[in-house]
């Protein structure tokens, strides 16, 4: 009789894992953000989507921390290739291990006497305590008071910042190497010090709209969407840019004009509308086999 019961994710094999990489990969937006990548579809464009790869390298990460797959997902930031925590996550992996921590906080911004001091004891060495003390004077000498999210959250940044230090200093065992919060790599954070960026997002190395508006014949256009394949750049926008030129030059090449893709004279024509046209003649040139989708 073959079991249903589902396999606890540090006993599977990895093929198994990575299926299941697979598998969380199709949540599309439940998928943070920072583990999205461009991906190619079969037709040569690009679009963005979670990346498999990413979703299994936190996975990775989360089990060699003992954490559950989705706790990784939701806490564990790869920032430039390396593995951070978000400092609630770092707190709980350290008191898995049977640490124990603490934060107590004094004065006030306003005050400009803020203090954030982050405490930690050993389980296997309970008569020491190790400490880590944060303060908005401490911050603006590191130059960090200038940054957005510290003006707005000095408190919790201060907070964050005394957890990760004490963590290291007390419990690098159980972070095993990972012992950085997104903010200490200088990345963009939200107020709980998790990771505020979308990754994977590139520059175009081409102003593609620019030359697809400047092409003359369909064959320049169709050198452009060739160039922009290659190079993984065929993305939705560049292909409705491409298909309306198409469309166009294809119009002022026709000796007679049909009227139904035509707007008749004085008709108002929304965008849209007009880029649906002009998609609509470059598929039907495909389907006839006058150009190469």
């Known amino acids: 009789m073959t079991s249903t019961?589902?396999?606890?994710?540090?006993s599977a094999s990895l093929p198994e894992r990575q299926q299941y990489a697979q598998t969380l990969a199709t949540g599309g937006d439940l998928i943070p953000r920072g583990l999205w990548a461009q991906v190619r579809?079969?037709?040569?464009s690009v679009t963005q989507?979670?990346?498999p790869g990413k979703v299994l390298l936190v996975m990775e990460t989360g089990?060699?921390?003992?954490?559950?797959?989705?706790a990784a997902l939701q806490g564990v930031h790869i920032i430039e290739g390396k593995a951070t925590l978000s400092p609630a996550l770092m707190s709980a992996v350290v008191r898995k291990a049977g640490h124990r921590l603490r934060v107590r906080t004094s004065?006030?911004?306003?005050?400009?006497?803020?203090?954030a001091t982050a405490s930690l004891t050993r389980s296997d060495d309970p008569d020491f305590t190790y400490e880590a003390t944060w303060t908005t004077e401490r911050a603006t000498r590191a130059g960090l008071m200038g940054k957005d999210v510290w003006k707005k959250y000095a408190e919790a940044m201060c907070k964050a910042r005394a957890i990760s230090e004490v963590c290291r200093e007390g419990a690098e065992d159980a972070l095993m190497g990972v012992h950085y919060t997104p903010e200490e790599l200088d990345t963009p954070v939200t107020q709980n010090g998790e990771a505020d960026v979308i990754e994977g997002v590139l520059?175009?190395?081409?102003?593609?709209?620019?030359?697809?508006?400047?092409?003359?014949?369909?064959?320049?256009?169709?050198?452009?969407?060739?160039?922009?394949?290659a190079v993984g750049?065929?993305?939705?926008?560049?292909?409705t840019l491409a298909?309306?030129?198409?469309?166009?030059i294809g119009r002022a090449e026709e000796k007679t004009v049909e009227a139904e893709p035509v707007a008749n004279e004085g008709e108002e024509v929304s965008e849209e509308e007009y880029l649906r046209r002009e998609a609509a003649e470059y598929e039907a040139a495909v389907a006839r086999g006058e150009v190469q989708p």
């Open 203 to 229: 520059e175009p190395t081409e102003d593609w709209a620019a030359m697809i508006k400047d092409a003359q014949t369909k064959e320049a256009v169709e050198e452009i969407v060739a160039r922009a394949k």
């Open 107 to 115: 004065g006030s911004i306003a005050g400009g006497d803020f203090a």
């Open 233 to 239: 750049e065929f993305t939705d926008p560049v292909r």
């Open 41 to 44: 579809q079969p037709d040569g």
């Open 63 to 70: 089990a060699m921390l003992g954490l559950h797959p989705v």
């Open 243 to 248: 298909l309306a030129r198409y469309g166009a």
């Open 49 to 51: 989507a979670p990346s």
């Open 5 to 10: 019961a589902l396999k606890p994710y540090d």
